[in-house]
């Protein structure tokens, strides 16, 4: 399963990077994408990585968040800038539209003054 790290609590308007490591010598050929779910919500999708590089990401995120990969690492990135309290949610990655993983435990952004 993937593991993801770097999150932490961060003040309004901080920054965090997110990093998701996974396994498998298919990594490189999958649409890889992060996920958060906030408390008391479904998770929803956040933005995605094509094997390409190419990116998209939810509306509302676009300009502050940026995803990223290393296949030779089989890690993908999100940059996060200028947070809000309402980031506020457990991070996860998984490739995309299909989740060919097993989900992971995530990783606990705080978006707090």
């Known amino acids: 399963q993937p593991v993801e790290s770097g999150g932490g609590l961060v003040q309004p308007g901080g920054s965090l990077r997110l990093s998701c490591a996974a396994s498998?010598?298919?990594?490189?050929?999958?649409?890889m994408a992060w996920y958060r779910q906030a408390p008391g919500k479904q998770r929803e999708f956040v933005a995605e990585?094509?094997?390409?590089?190419?990116?998209n990401y939810v509306d509302s995120l676009k300009g502050r968040f940026t995803i990223s990969r290393d296949n030779a690492k089989n890690t993908v990135y999100l940059q996060m800038n200028s947070l809000k309290p309402e980031d506020t949610a457990i991070y996860y990655c998984?490739?995309?539209?299909?989740?060919?993983?097993?989900w992971g435990q995530g990783t606990q952004v705080t978006v707090s003054s």
């Open positions: 998984n490739s995309w539209p299909i989740s060919y993983y097993p």
């Open positions: 498998g010598s298919s990594f490189s050929t999958y649409t």
């Open positions: 990585i094509l094997s390409s590089g190419d990116t």
